[in-house]
């Protein structure tokens, strides 16, 4: 544990702050990085604002996550390239406590979150994403493409009467007529420009390419369509210092200590699976506990400047790796663009028409989909395909992070099951007259019931051998069902034992405590082992 813990701080002493590429830190490789970061720094100003709106916060609250957030991430994070901020899958959660205890214990609680995630980055607990089987990923992430979709749809309601939500829209007044058919025409020919833009040149991002040409039509031309500025408004000064506002005592500790769980928990989950995707895209792995320290020190510092907390958003980290960023000069630099725009340039920002940055959205939701799992569906085990589909189900329904927890649940009771009707034995009659079993799967607790019911104990010889070369005793359930069959041959008065067990075998054995082994002579397998019923004890035979 000492050397985990200085081996993670060593890793924060020293992070890894080489912007360069395999093709070095050239002109067109800032340009690009540069580039990249502008437009996803357009693309996180109406996110924030929504999902501020979802908190029941101000604007600034939102918008100040995205920026300490994405800074914070973007120097110290596991992965260059992703993109962090104030996400849908928090602001849902933050909702009940904002309304019943204001937004001071908000802020508490954001402190604690971020706590909670630096602890779990020390203790390693990010590695732990690896179990996280394909299947739920391709659902994870079809969920995650129709989640953004109908978050987009909100921007087709009338600004002022819209209510803005993590998962779809409700309520408000759609657009209709004339304004409706303009907002589809502008959203079509940005996703248009982002399309061919990269055929005709690569110097200009594409998303970049469609926000500007959109929004350069629509100031010329005085188009009356919805506008970041319609949202609200994003200009602010820089986010001061402040503590939060909450009594010092157990009874704040009880109320912030709940939703900093599940928010660190949630905030984790969507991190370390964008960590994943982003990894696949750029073909770089590790960093998952650095990127869960990231997480959480960004967090803690922007409970005490006044942002609502966040964690990786995977549509605008789709935005950078597609649009060129590749190193942490674009987060840094998308972090750096916001608190711009939020300083100095909201006069301008306030007019892009939020058609444009629909489109862009749209086109994140195509480059996300999986679209070849409709044939992989038809091919994959029919439990894999159940999980795909369940955890795309609630991901829309609910959340990213139950949606994966109850994927992995249900692929680790169908791979348990599976391997419970591994287990079987083959017989034969030795020589000396004893008959052997030999066992092949895995001994545990879903099989253990399917062990017992191989042996005939009152039909068999006087001697009776259970190999197990080819089985593997996992978990007490196994040692239990070894002891309760050897039990039943001794009362029958018939003489029992155990072969080939493995080393880790003799291990759980020898810790079961009657349960006792003495065989040290080969270092792979005992050769044998016999059971006395009256003395509760397995011993070495030879």
Same mark, same amino acid.
């Given at each position: ?10 890793t ?17 490789r ?13 693309a996180?100003?109406?996110? #924030?604002? +929504?999902?501020?709106? =979802? %908190?029941? *916060?101000?604007?600034l609250?939102?918008? /100040?996550?995205?920026?300490? $957030?994405? &800074?914070?991430?973007a ?13 849908? #899958?928090l +602001?849902?959660?933050? =909702? %009940?406590? *904002? ?5 001071? /214990?908000?802020?508490?609680? $954001?402190? &604690?979150?971020g ?20 299947? =739920? ?7 995650l ?7 987009? &749809? ?33 959203v ?39 506008r ?10 820089l ?41 696949e ?14 997480q ?42 916001l608190?711009?725009?939020?300083l ?43 999980v ?6 609630v991901?829309?329904l ?12 249900v ?22 007259g ?21 042996f ?85 035979g030879?």
């Open positions: 544990m000492k050397q985990t813990l200085l081996n993670t701080f060593a924060l002493n020293k992070p890894d702050l080489n912007f360069m590429n395999d093709e070095g830190l050239t002109i067109s800032v340009r690009t990085e540069l580039l990249s970061g502008l437009t996803v720094a357009l996180l100003i109406p996110e #924030a604002v +929504a999902f501020a709106f =979802v %908190a029941g *916060v101000h604007p609250v939102g918008l /100040y996550a995205a920026f300490l $957030v994405g &800074l914070v991430t120097v110290l994070g596991g992965r260059p390239g992703m993109i962090s901020g104030a996400t849908g #899958a +602001a849902v959660v933050m =909702v %009940a406590l *904002v309304a019943e205890h204001g937004v001071e /214990y908000l802020f508490a609680t $954001v402190v &604690l979150m706590v909670l995630q630096i602890f779990a980055g020390l203790m390693q607990w990010g590695k732990f994403i690896r179990l996280v089987p394909h299947p =739920v990923m391709l659902g994870f992430v079809n969920g493409a129709i989640v953004i979709f109908l978050a987009q &749809l909100t921007q087709f309601k009338v600004p002022g009467t819209a209510e803005i939500s993590g998962h779809g829209s409700s309520g408000g007044e759609w657009l209709s007529g004339g304004s409706l058919y303009m907002m589809l025409a502008l079509a020919l940005t996703m248009f420009i982002i399309y061919i833009m990269p055929r005709i040149t690569r110097i200009i991002p594409s998303p970049l390419a469609g926000i500007g040409v959109v929004a350069g039509l629509v100031i010329f031309f005085g188009l009356d369509v919805p970041v500025g319609d949202m609200a408004s994003i200009q602010g000064t986010p001061p210092f402040h503590i939060p506002s909450v009594p010092l005592s157990w009874e704040t500790f009880e109320i912030i200590l709940p939703y900093s769980i599940i928010l660190a928990a949630i905030g984790l989950i969507e991190s370390l699976l964008t960590l994943n995707l982003v990894g895209m750029t073909g770089k792995r590790g960093g998952a506990s650095q990127e869960c320290i990231a959480g020190l960004a967090n803690t510092a922007t409970g005490f400047f006044g942002g609502m907390g966040g964690c990786a958003m995977i549509g605008q980290s789709m935005i950078n790796v597609k649009s060129g960023g590749r190193t942490r000069i674009a987060g840094i630099a998308a972090a750096l663009f608190l711009v725009f939020i100095v340039g909201s006069p301008i920002i306030e007019m892009i028409p939020l058609a444009a940055l629909v489109g862009v959205m749209f086109m994140v939701v195509i480059g996300t989909f999986a679209w070849n799992s409709f044939k992989i569906l038809r091919k994959v085990p029919l439990t894999d395909a159940f795909t589909i369940l955890v795309t189900i991901t829309v609910s959340d990213l992070a139950v949606a994966v927890v109850v994927g992995v649940i692929s680790a009771l169908a791979y348990a099951w599976n391997n419970a009707r591994r287990i079987h034995a083959h017989t034969e009659i030795s020589g000396s004893a008959k052997i079993y030999r066992i092949q799967g895995p001994l545990f607790f879903g099989s253990a019931d399917g062990f017992s019911e191989l005939d104990v009152q039909n068999d010889p006087e001697e009776v051998i259970i190999e197990f070369s080819d089985s593997r005793v996992v978990d007490q359930s196994a040692l239990q069902a070894i002891e309760a069959i050897a039990g039943k041959y001794e009362l029958a008065n018939k003489r029992i034992q155990l072969r080939h067990l493995s080393r880790d075998c003799h291990n759980l054995l020898t810790k079961a405590g009657h349960l006792v082994i003495d065989s040290d002579d080969d270092p792979d397998y005992a050769l044998a082992v016999n059971y006395s019923v009256k003395t509760g004890i397995l011993d070495s030879h």
